[in-house]
């Protein structure tokens, strides 16, 4: 799913190539990004757009051969000329008098062309990793012959005529390759493969033999430009020197920044870093920047800045239950919670405070239910996919914290947060303190190799980032017990977890959000339901989103085979509220609900439940007692193995594997545990207390 879609689209006839824009905000400013070589289209800037439309009104289109626009047959067509005049052409027809300019490789040219020649409408020129054909490329590849005809294509021999029309998958995955060459940049390096993927080996070629065009491009244009310019460049480019960049900046005053280590696309690779340095270079050249200046401290009482994950609402009840308890030690504490519906919801059922910001938070839930399919969720995958909705919701909390102070960032699973603040320690703002009830990627088989590669590499990158920079996590708290770590590595030449996690991590055992020992008498609470004791009641619930619906139409099958064993049986489903209960066919003695008040204490007082495979509802069971059948989503690496161990500890429910189960094995599982129920070990009652012990003594 994406961070942000476009609220206007449109064609530009270009003397009949159709050039596709497409337009986000509603900004006092327009911010146009430039598409850059023909290689890839305008989801390049993906990592910028989404933050930026929450500013300014912003602008992409495709460029010629790539994304939705045309693919012109000549070479004439590819002229710099037509590049600078598609730029002139948008802004007409989008009634654009004016507009920061952003480029990228070789539409940082494109950029400085327009803002020397055209100063009337550029207010600004950001480029990165820019491209001139004044200064020369790395040297090692001056000898190479694009026309060469070679046996074979080794290395930067790949940027060849030949290869490009004979082999250009080859090509262009070695050349993202060189993009983003720096560590762990698979998924970018994913995204640049798939783009080009686009384009063909023809047209790329054509870009190459086109000419300028009629552009004069010298020292006297770069010095021509009169709108303030921000340089970007990676000092480890190999694509294009950073001594371009300094050059450029030379003849045009530009203000240049350096990014060390960083590749070709730092806008990729190091969004964060980029898009603040883009914002504070816009904000003191440019006017009409929509930000709020820092409040003075009003009161001497310590702030908490709390993060909690939207993805399950386990995770919103277990930090109201530490929040609760860290209340009692520090009285006139101050939470604010960033947070995501469906957890605003909740916060505010129970009168939390939500920051304001919460409301331009990309939706994380949203797009774990998108990657859903029928019980089927890769978690793994579906999480790197969120990319550009992290940088998004990373942003927005980098304002947060400049804008206010906070005394301590409480961070429950913020991924975002975690993987940026690490990248770039000096952004960090305030203490952090990070929760989290897993360590560690693991691959499923049906991934094969590549995910094996892909959970290898982003531990290895983690390990990295806390081993690089152990000052960055202030605490670092395990919701569980070091028993309830997986017996596995990391990865090929990576530590064993149960000997790297203790070393990183404080435990405060499994945190409920409230223990079923104060729920009171399970009879009490079956005569609330209205529940009569000669019964037998199953419940049945799926979490939050609608991938359950396959889980509940096959347990709805099984239901009168089990009841012709165990008469008595009557079950209760809880759809949740993107499942209609009225779209199930229900067979008698069976109720559906799309929400029930207090859902803990309903499983606390069932004889059976059927759930997921999800953490916060299997041990809020374990914890009752209550027998259970959990059936983890396919290819989800927490549920089939990071909760699944953790049930083992404490012997508690039966793990269905959803695949290999028909409705006579699920009625027969279903009647054996009613006749032969478990006594799973007790789930210690004082996780958020440890928890907020560890907390109150950063304050």
Known sequence: MRAALPHTEGIVDRDGVKIHYEIYGEGDRTLLFIPTWSFVHSRVYKAQIPYFAEHFRVMTFDPRGNGKSDRPSRVEEYQLD??????????????????????YSYSG?????????????????????????????????????????????????????????????????????????????????????????????????????ASAGGVVVDEAMYRNIRCPVLLIHGTNDAVRPAATSEKIAELTGAELHLIQGAGHAPHARFPAKVNLLMRDFLVQRLSGW????????????????????????????????????????????????????????????????VHPASSRLASESSHIESEAGEHDLNAFQAIRRMDEILVKNFMIFQEVLEQD????????????????????????????????????????????EREAFLTTDYNAEMIGHVEDHPQLRDRAIFVGNP?????????????????????????????????????????????????????????????????????????????PIAKRAIPDLRMVVVTGPRLDPASFSLPPGVEAHGFIPDLDQALSAAD????????????????????????????????????????????????????????????????????????????????????????????
């Open 290 to 353: 929509k930000s709020s200046p820092r409040p003075k401290r009003q009161a001497a009482q310590p702030r908490v800045l709390y993060l909690s994950s939207p993805i399950g609402l386990g995770h919103g009840r277990r930090d109201l239950a530490i929040t609760r308890e860290l209340r009692t030690r520090l009285p006139g504490l101050q939470v604010d919670w960033l947070a995501q519906d469906p957890v605003t919801r909740f916060l505010d059922a129970n009168d939390e405070r």
């Open 109 to 209: 040219l494109v950029g400085a062309v327009v803002a020397a020649n055209h100063p009337e409408s550029v207010d600004a020129l950001i480029a990165v990793g820019s491209f001139s054909p004044l200064f020369a490329g790395h040297a090692d590849r001056s000898a190479l012959d694009f026309e060469a005809k070679l046996e074979s294509h080794e290395g930067w021999e790949k940027f060849n005529r030949d290869h490009w029309l004979h082999d250009y998958p080859d090509f262009i995955e070695f050349f993202c390759s060189q993009i983003t060459n720096e560590p762990h940049s698979t998924k970018q390096i994913e995204d640049g493969i798939a783009w080009a993927g686009e384009g063909d080996g023809e047209m790329l070629a054509m870009t190459q033999d």
């Open 405 to 448: 102070e906070y005394d301590l960032v409480i961070a429950d699973e913020a991924w975002d947060v975690d993987h940026y603040w690490h990248e770039h320690p000096e952004l960090k703002r305030s203490q952090i303190a990070w929760l989290t009830d897993f360590v560690g990627w693991v691959p499923m088989p049906g991934g094969g």
């Open 608 to 699: 059976l439940a059927l759930v997921q495979g999800g953490l916060t509802t299997t041990m809020e069971l374990a914890a009752a007692g209550t027998p259970f059948l959990y059936f983890p989503l396919r290819n989800h690496f927490e549920q089939n193995v990071h909760v699944a161990h953790r049930l083992d500890q404490y012997d508690a429910g039966r793990k269905m594997i959803f695949g290999e189960c028909d409705p006579d094995r699920i009625a027969q599982a279903m009647v054996d545990e009613l006749r032969s129920p478990r006594i799973p070990t007790r789930v210690e009652s004082d996780g958020a207390a440890r928890a907020a012990d560890m907390l109150a003594a950063m304050l």
């Open 82 to 103: 037509r590049s600078v005049g598609d730029v002139l052409a948008v802004l007409r027809e989008t009634d654009t008098e004016t507009a920061s300019l952003f480029g």
């Open 483 to 559: 028993n309830d770590i997986v017996p596995l590595g990391f990865g090929q030449d990576l530590p064993h977890m149960r000997d790297w996690v203790p070393q990183h991590f404080d435990f405060c055992g499994y945190v409920l959000g409230r223990h079923p020992d104060d729920f009171g008498p399970r009879d009490e609470l079956r005569q609330r339901f209205g529940w009569r004791s000669d019964e037998k009641i199953c419940v049945v619930t799926v979490g939050g989103s609608g991938v359950g619906g396959t889980l509940i139409r096959r347990i709805l099958e099984a239901y």
